[in-house]
């Protein structure tokens, strides 16, 4: 059974960084691509980011230039670092697995999510 297991969530002033990291569990981590969700209360859950098994990297528009999405294997770590933090990044952050070959549409797996919440 896959677990997905964020942290690294918390409170942050705009401007500053955070950095999430996703522990994944079973086999197989490096041929799945993996991803961010977030959702604010309110508003439709958003892609934030994800990342294929050869390192393709895709980002939300509001994020471009500011978030980072990284993986490592030998880990079974996917992490997001965030820079650059703006009030309307304040989200409970989910970590995300597609099962291969899938790379896009809803994801197989979620984790609990994580808490972001940025002030001013």
């Known amino acids: 059974q896959v677990q997905l297991v964020e942290s690294g969530g918390g409170l942050a002033q705009a401007g500053g960084s955070l950095r999430l990291s996703c522990a994944a569990s079973?086999?197989?981590?490096?041929?799945?691509?993996m991803g961010w969700y977030r959702q604010a209360p309110g508003k439709q859950r958003e892609l934030v980011a994800s990342?294929?098994?050869?390192?393709?990297?895709n980002y939300a528009d509001s994020v471009k230039g500011r978030f980072t999405i990284s993986r490592d294997n030998a880990k079974n770590t996917v992490y997001l670092q965030m820079n650059s933090l703006k009030l309307e990044d304040t989200a409970v952050y989910y970590c995300?697995?597609?099962?291969?070959?899938?790379?896009?549409?809803?994801?197989?797996?979620w984790g609990q999510g994580t808490q972001v919440t940025v002030s001013s």
């Open positions: 079973g086999s197989s981590f490096s041929i799945n691509a």
């Open positions: 990342i294929t098994s050869a390192g393709t990297t």
């Open positions: 995300v697995r597609w099962m291969y070959p899938v790379v896009v549409g809803t994801p197989n797996y």
